[in-house]
């Protein structure tokens, strides 16, 4: 389902834990990390598409978060022409998304990521709230920086926390991630 303009109406989901860490995926048979993300389905309402990729991706239930928040508006990315099928170049263009501020109610132990038989992730880690924007792949990291800007306000974290770290929205290349993450059980 594309609107008008070629855009694929999407949620994102920061999921915050008790420590003020978001969830971290890392991307399966891939090296790149990411929020849990998702289509919304014709007829869905993006709460409705968000609950559901959060069963999906995570394996959690509406009563494992509580939502704290979500932009007020769509946030776009364009998908890079190579990344696009040849079927649908010249009619799809990106996504289009409304991201949701999670606080997660439930223990480590809750999440799944291979709740369905389509598993998202094969690791995850929990984060600092200012996730490593190099990580990203580079044609999502503008949406997130934006995401986690808009959302930092309403987040029960304090106002030291709240500042993005020196240099954090300008950073180029990979980081060094520590390889201490859970793997699909």
Known sequence: MLDKDGYRPNVGIILQNPLMQVFWGKRL???SWQFPQGGIKRGETPKEAMFRELWEELGLFENQVQIVGC??????YDVPENWIRKDLRGIYRGQK????LLKFLGKNKDINLNAT?????????WNSYWVPLPDVIDFKRNVYKEALL???S?????????VPPKGWADAK??????LNYNRRR
């Open 150 to 152: 808009n959302l930092v």
């Open 71 to 76: 932009t007020d508006s769509w946030l776009y």
């Open 117 to 125: 038989n389509h598993p998202e992730f094969e690791a995850w880690k």
């Open 154 to 162: 309403i987040s029960s974290m304090g106002d030291r926390e709240k």
């Open 173 to 178: 290349g990979p980081s060094r991630f520590r």
């Open 29 to 31: 048979g891939q090296h």
């Open 97 to 100: 998304q409304i991201w949701f």
